[in-house]
């Protein structure tokens, strides 16, 4: 069972450079979430989405960009990487709240912006 | 909007004693309620969660938490810590509505005493 699986799992950008991190869940889930961690601070939603063809922005959208063209793939970009980018991302998925059931993380991605 | 407040940045406890880790949220509906646990250098797992009934919830590693609708608080709760609960805690809360997300609190530290 692979769950949720990010690429890549490390990353050293130059300031300025673009990237794409990819999540991909098999458990046929309605919703899928962007979160950064950084140290004090928990993870603060980036975007997220309720369905395939549909974002939304979360707390902190700004200098990032999604896209969910098929339901089991949900793509964060950074169009022009900034040192305040440098963080670790989860992604995260979950089937519609009301059914009861939780989000489900992977493993998380290391950028650092140089 | 909804919002998460974990009061304890870092808390230390003595192995084999009581624990209770402190979460307050805000949220307008009746909320989801979430913890979940993140070892170093690991994604998060689920401890354990709230969606209606009984408001003592039993969780995975001997955890419990009480949700208090009085209190707008979902304490988490353990009667004696293991070395291997060093983590990261995180409560976190949900909704169930056309535009559902799951925001989470900062964070709480537990370091364990020998």
């Known amino acids: 069972n692979a769950g949720v699986t990010q690429t890549p799992k490390f990353r050293v950008l130059k300031t300025g450079q673009s990237m794409t991190l990819l999540c991909a869940q098999d458990m046929n889930h309605e919703y899928m979430y962007w979160y950064r961690q950084d140290p004090g601070m928990g993870l603060r939603l980036i975007h997220y989405?309720?369905?395939?063809?549909?974002?939304a922005k979360g707390e902190v959208p700004d200098g990032y960009n999604v896209s969910r063209l098929k339901k089991q793939n949900f793509l964060l970009g950074l169009e022009s990487a900034a040192p305040s980018q440098t963080s670790v991302y989860f992604c995260?998925?979950?089937?519609?709240?009301?059914?009861?059931?939780?989000?489900?993380f992977g493993q998380g991605t290391r950028l650092t912006v140089v | 909007a909804q919002s998460v407040t974990q009061p304890d940045i870092h808390i230390t406890v003595s192995e084999g004693a009581s624990l209770e880790l402190r979460c307050n949220y805000s949220?307008?509906?009746?909320?989801?309620l979430f913890w979940y646990v993140q070892s170093p250098g690991q994604g998060l797992q689920l401890l354990l969660k709230y969606f209606s009934g009984d408001t003592l919830v039993q969780g995975i590693k001997g955890f419990e938490a009480e949700f208090k609708r009085s209190q707008s608080s979902f304490n988490l709760r353990k009667p004696s810590v293991h070395w291997s609960d060093a983590a990261e805690y995180f409560c976190?809360?949900?909704?169930?509505?056309?535009?559902?997300?799951?925001?989470f609190g900062s964070g709480t530290r537990l370091s364990i005493r020998p």
């Open positions: 995260a998925s979950s089937s519609l709240i009301g059914k009861g059931t939780e989000a489900f």
């Open positions: 949220y307008g509906a009746t909320p989801y």
């Open positions: 989405s309720v369905g395939e063809g549909t974002t």
């Open positions: 976190a809360v949900g909704s169930y509505s056309s535009a559902s997300k799951i925001i």
